[in-house]
């Protein structure tokens, strides 16, 4: 049956205090002047039930949160979102039967969602998908209840232009598939299947265009079919064991070389390598002692060189005859110094003529040296013997080395390059069976990727059976509401009066207006005033059709924004419109309700049903002084 939904009340806290509107009437009008925030209430509304809205100055920079509360089937919720951008994506929930606070939800792709809990309340999954059908590859995006909000709010935008968007093209398919949901003409079923077709479309593309890769990249290498492929690893295989078996046979016929002279050749060939190699070791050991024996050498021939610098600036200063002290610089000839004293010190002079040469220190030193420069000779001679054995060895291994290659070159040499040619073609060989493996490998990919999109064609047929079996059985439903709703509309566009419209009935696929044999869309407009009146129309034939079957889950609630605007003088129009209006909600008392703000009232429409006036003394969010009109840019011009 059509689902209950009604908005009961709208809370907007703002900077100057809280603003509360009630709607307890089947049929309330909001009733102003231009500019005095009739459009901005409506967007807050949908703002309050997750919505990217479109809001005015007034409400960014004074409104602080929204708070809906709304009937929908048996659930009665609160809603409560805050303007704040970083606050904007979490609401609060709250159950007004149950009197409790439920766990925060969120505008994004948070856990809860409130589109899954809205979209629970209506009865749907919020999993649904709109596949667009035709050549589209995607399984379609997401229908959420953004998108079923179109289909109870026709913005002051959209109202003079298209309906539910339907100009643009990227939303046509969960316009229409919103439909279909509403008025029973698809199911989770159906959607499902049509995404799972579209999905299955991509998936034999891909799977066709990897085949055909595989198969050219295979004719590329030089293979036309898996049995050439087969044919030539086995030709490769052949190759492979002959020459393996050359090989075990060119094993056997190579014997060692053992007879005595040539083994004794090799010993002594042994010997003289590792007495080379001492030698050499030694000659190192020499070196490194040499080098260490001139450092010492160097250092007492230094110690020597001090000590005869010192024994000559002795000599050279007993010579000289102070006459003024080094340190104070005072004069000291008149000094009358002891005898046999220093005039300086005034110290004994040392005993004159003693021999200096005979300090044991330099004795020592010179006795050091001595001995150090006949280590050096008896090193230097060392070395040298060692030079000489390693220069007598090398040319005693050059020539056994010699002796060895001339008796085994003629036995050894022909053999061994058989052996590397064959060697050679068995890798070949090895090589070919390696490739030929990979190619019949990906000759069974071929299989296999034959094999897959064949399946995937299954799939793809058994979806559609099952699709065009479950259209089938909704086949009569089809037709009977697209008939229903397209006889209501044409009474309804005939008792409204619309001007200039013959012929008028709804689309049986895209389920659009068809006006005098065109459909309806924002490139074939009419006039801006017989447009709106066509949209009325066309909105009040869905929801006649929905509410007399009763076996729809159309939500029984419909928000329009400044019907009267794009009508201008056509006063008669106007009335016609708003007295079908009036009828709507009076033929179903308690089950519809409908919310209409316009700026200028027929003027026979007056009582009856709930009105609330607003004007630039009292605007829609009274608490905050409104500028003027001169200071204001309607929400609709912001939009174009």
């Known amino acids: 049956m059509t689902i209950r939904f009604r908005l009961e009340a709208v809370s907007l806290e703002t900077t100057n205090g809280t603003v509360d509107y009630e709607f307890r009437s089947d049929l309330t009008v909001l009733a102003g002047p231009t500019g005095v925030g009739k459009t901005t209430l409506l967007e807050l509304i949908k703002f309050g039930f997750g919505g990217d809205a479109i809001l005015a100055d007034i409400a960014v920079q004074h409104v602080e949160s929204v708070t809906v509360q709304v009937r929908i089937g048996d659930h009665r919720l609160r809603l409560s979102r805050s303007i704040d951008q970083a606050k904007r994506k979490t609401v609060r929930v709250f159950d007004v039967i149950d009197q409790q606070r439920l766990r925060d939800h969120h505008t994004d792709d948070k856990e809860p969602k409130l589109n899954t809990l809205l979209m629970t309340c209506l009865g749907l999954s919020d999993d649904l998908r709109a596949a667009a059908g035709g050549n589209s590859t995607r399984v379609g995006a997401r229908i959420t209840f953004a998108d079923i909000f179109t289909y109870m709010y026709i913005p002051q935008g959209q109202i003079n232009r298209d309906i539910a968007y339907s100009h643009e093209s990227y939303r046509e398919p969960k316009r229409r598939a919103v439909f279909e949901l509403l008025f029973g003409l698809a199911d989770a079923e159906i959607l499902n299947l049509r995404s799972k077709i579209s999905k299955l479309k991509g998936d034999i593309g891909e799977a066709e265009t990897r085949h055909a890769t595989v198969v050219q990249f295979l004719h590329d290498s030089g293979t036309e079919s898996r049995d050439h492929a087969l044919a030539a ?299 709106t009146a066509t949209q009325i129309a066309y909105w009040c034939s869905l929801i006649a059709v929905a509410m007399r079957r009763r076996d729809t889950i159309y939500p029984a609630f419909i928000v329009i924004d400044s019907p009267r605007l794009a009508l201008n003088t056509a006063v008669h129009l106007a009335e016609a419109m708003y007295a079908r209006l009036t009828i709507q909600v009076n033929a179903m008392p308690g089950r519809l309700q409908l919310i209409i703000a316009d700026n200028e009232l027929p003027d026979n429409y007056r009582g009856g049903r709930e009105q609330i006036d607003f004007d630039y003394a009292t605007p829609t969010v009274s608490t905050i002084d409104h500028p003027g009109p001169a200071q204001v840019s309607p929400i609709s011009v912001v939009e174009d």
């Open 233 to 531: 690893q086995a030709r490769a295989v052949e190759k492979l064991e002959e020459a393996q078996s050359q090989l075990a046979e060119l094993r056997d016929s190579i014997d060692p070389i053992l007879d005595r002279e040539t083994q004794t050749l090799r010993d002594l060939l042994t010997d003289a390598e590792r007495g080379l190699a001492d030698s050499r070791a030694a000659a190192v050991d020499l070196s490194r002692r040499q080098a260490q024996n001139s450092a010492e050498r160097f250092r007492v021939q230094a110690d020597l060189a001090r000590l005869n610098r010192m024994r000559d600036a002795g000599e050279r200063l007993a010579d000289i005859e102070f006459t003024v002290c080094p340190r104070c610089m005072q004069s000291i000839k008149k000094r009358r110094p002891p005898a046999g004293a220093c005039r300086l010190c005034l110290q004994t002079d040392p005993v004159p003529n003693l021999p200096s040469h005979d300090q044991y220190e330099v004795r020592q030193l010179t006795e050091q040296l001595n001995e150090m420069n006949e280590q050096d000779s008896v090193l230097a001679d060392q070395h040298a013997a060692t030079l000489r054995v390693i220069d007598d060895r090398e040319t005693l291994i050059a020539h056994l080395a010699k002796l060895l290659e001339e008796r085994t070159f003629h036995r050894i040499t022909p053999r061994l390059q058989a052996f590397t040619d064959i060697s050679s073609q068995a890798a070949t060989a090895a090589a070919d069976q390696e490739r030929w493996d990979s190619i019949l490998r990906q000759w069974d990919g071929v299989g296999d990727l034959e094999i897959a999109a064949k399946n995937l064609r299954i799939q793809r047929e058994d979806a559609r059976s099952a699709l065009d079996a479950a259209l089938l059985s909704l086949n009569a439903r089809h037709s009977e509401i697209i008939s229903e709703i397209s006889e209501e509309f044409d009474a309804i566009v005939r008792a409204i009066g619309i001007p200039s419209i013959v012929d008028a009935s709804v689309d049986a696929g895209n389920y659009l207006p068809v006006i005098n044999g065109k459909v309806f869309s924002g490139k074939n407009q009419l006039s801006g005033g017989v447009t």
